[in-house]
């Protein structure tokens, strides 16, 4: 999973600053990533990954969904890190632990 890093670095800058297109796409790049890895958890994340993408394409965008959409894939994310066995796991849990707090610290819509 190659794009730990940028996609923490985005997130925790605020995701304000990354463009719809750039988060379309790197939304894209983590389902193609996701849909290789044979475990329940990998498939409700892609599941959600695809849903997140139609809202950040929807015009209006509903800022509450996404949201609730970005807060529960960061949960999953963290949960699916607790189980991975992978040499990734700390960088899993970053992730889900970044998406969880740029989650909890948007303002309500």
Not at 4 to 9: A, G, P, Q, Y
């Given at each position: 999973?190659p794009q730990?890093?940028?996609?923490?670095?985005h997130?925790?800058?605020?995701?304000?600053?990354f463009?719809i297109?750039?988060a379309v796409?790197?939304?894209e790049g983590?389902?193609?990533?996701?849909?290789k890895?044979?475990a329940p958890?990998?498939?409700a994340?892609?599941?959600d990954l695809?849903?997140?993408?139609k809202?950040?394409?929807?015009?209006p965008?509903n800022?509450g969904?996404v949201?609730k959409?970005v807060l529960?894939?960061?949960k999953?994310?963290?949960?699916?890190a607790?189980k991975?066995?992978?040499k990734?796991a700390?960088?899993?849990?970053?992730?889900g632990e970044?998406?969880s707090?740029?989650?909890?610290?948007?303002?309500?819509?």
């Open positions: 999973m730990f890093d940028s996609t923490i670095k997130i925790k800058d605020g995701v304000k600053g463009t297109a750039a796409k790197n939304i983590w389902e193609a990533t996701l849909e890895v044979e958890a990998a498939k994340i892609v599941k695809e849903n997140l993408k809202h950040l394409q929807a015009d965008i800022g969904q949201k959409l529960k894939l960061g999953e994310t963290a949960a699916f607790g991975s066995e992978s990734n700390d960088k899993i849990k970053a992730l970044a998406l707090h740029a989650a909890e610290s948007a303002p309500d819509e």
